[in-house]
């Protein structure tokens, strides 16, 4: 990997750290070539402290370790982004990020969806919320909408109008996202089952 350290006077090139598995980014810190071949020699992330004036092994105080996965090059070769696997919160304050960020899994609007749905289930007095209706209904009839989309997918995928499919496949979605409210679940303990049968 060819990397320009010597593109600013101070030898240093950002180095933009970022959770593996959740994509978030946790801080930013700097490198210059030596903190770079410690980083890949102790596969823990090793930065150049501009206060300290030295190389820092990030955690070798607190140990709260930035164990390497990976690093990439800009197409400027002058930036990096490196994949973490962190081990604890990563600012200095105790946040997870040095954005005061919540280092959690999340997927887009999906998340926001899963969100409004927590919000409607405990929130059910809202007599004008369909979701709130049916977590007042109780688990059955959330299981049975269910059962009741996933048929409508399945007579939709044997047609041919996408729309339809579409339709029907984004109400089973819906649907499943409030069983799993229901049943105390979240997206992401769904995601984790699956990313342990890799």
Known sequence: MEIDFNKNSDGLV?????DAKTKNVLMLGYMDQEA???TITLKKVTF????????WTKGEESG??????????????DTLL?????????????????????NVQKYGFLTEL?????NRKENQDNEKSYVASLF?????????????EAVEVVIEAKDDNEE??????????????????????KLNDIVNVLQSRS
């Open 36 to 38: 770079y071949d410690k």
């Open 14 to 18: 950002p180095a933009i750290i970022q």
């Open 48 to 55: 150049f402290s501009r206060s300290k004036n030295r190389l």
């Open 136 to 148: 007042k209904k109780g688990i059955n009839k959330v299981a049975q909408k269910v059962g009741e």
């Open 64 to 77: 709260n370790f930035l164990h390497l996965i990976d690093i990439k090059v800009d197409c400027d070769k």
């Open 164 to 185: 339809l499919f579409l339709n029907e496949s984004a109400d089973l979605l819906f649907h499943y996202l409030i069983l799993l409210q229901a049943k105390g679940y």
């Open 114 to 118: 899963e969100e409004v749905i927590r």
């Open 82 to 102: 490196v994949s973490v696997k962190p081990e604890g919160p990563t600012c200095h304050t105790g946040t997870d990020t040095c954005w005061n960020d919540k």
